[in-house]
């Protein structure tokens, strides 16, 4: 059963903050802010990969009223819902995430790692060598074209120390059986919707892996 202690999850908060702090190192100097921002990023169709961020977004919402928790759960069936029918279509889902109420995370302390980088440009080296270069969401990237300072295009969040700390996370708190564990890839909706992650593990026998994901 996997169980967010509280060591693990002050040590998600840690890490999360450490982003915060990335991310403002770039957006800060570059002048990027949502303020006034006409996009909301918050209907972006992304998938999200980690139990323990899941476990950590559910120990959020866990700590919300029941009628709220209720109201979470119905809106985030009807996200899946319409996303199910557009991807059927071939079309990615541009929808409200359920989390977001008159443009504001209700679970903004939780949101996820994806949540927390989105928008400034970034660079990630994966393990096997191969460099990744985003170049920030559309705002971002009109600041640096429109820019005279070349200083402004060199800013670049560097998010492969902050992956491998989230891995190294993901590892303990799976207790190293993230390997033979369903692979996790999952909308925010869809995090709501099952509930906490509740994954029952036989660890000598990985084809007896019983996962039930409520
Ligand atoms: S979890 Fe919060 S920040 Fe992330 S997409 Fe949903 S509303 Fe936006």
Redesign the pocket.
């Known amino acids: 059963m996997l169980e967010l202690n509280s060591d693990l999850a002050a040590q998600i908060e840690a890490l999360y903050r450490d982003m915060e702090e990335s991310y403002d190192s770039v957006a800060t100097p570059i002048g990027l802010t949502c303020e006034g921002c006409p996009d909301n ?2 209907d972006s169709y992304f998938l999200h990969h980690t139990y323990i961020e899941w476990a950590y977004l559910w120990y959020g919402i866990s700590k919300l009223e029941p009628a709220h928790i209720q109201l979470l759960k119905e809106r985030s069936a009807e996200y899946e819902q319409q996303a199910c029918e557009l991807l059927k279509k071939g079309v990615r889902p541009q929808l409200m ?1 359920p ?2 109420e008159n443009g504001r ?4 302390h939780y ?2 790692m994806v ?1 927390r980088t989105h928008g400034v440009p970034a660079s990630l080296t994966r393990p096997d060598g191969h460099r990744f270069n985003f170049p920030g969401c559309f705002r971002a990237q009109a600041i640096i074209e429109q820019s005279d300072d070349d200083k402004v295009g060199e800013y670049s969040m560097e998010r492969t120390e902050l992956m491998k700390r989230l891995v190294l996370l993901e590892q303990t708190f799976t207790s190293g059986s993230r390997h033979v564990l369903p692979k996790v890839k999952m909308t ?1 909706a869809s995090m709501v919707v099952a509930g906490p992650p509740m994954v029952k593990t036989c660890l000598s026998n990985s084809d007896a892996l019983d996962s039930n994901f409520r």
Request: contains cysteine; hydrophobic residues 30%; proline residues 0%.
């Open positions: 990023c918050c995430c989390l977001n995370c209700t679970l903004y949101r996820l949540c925010i």
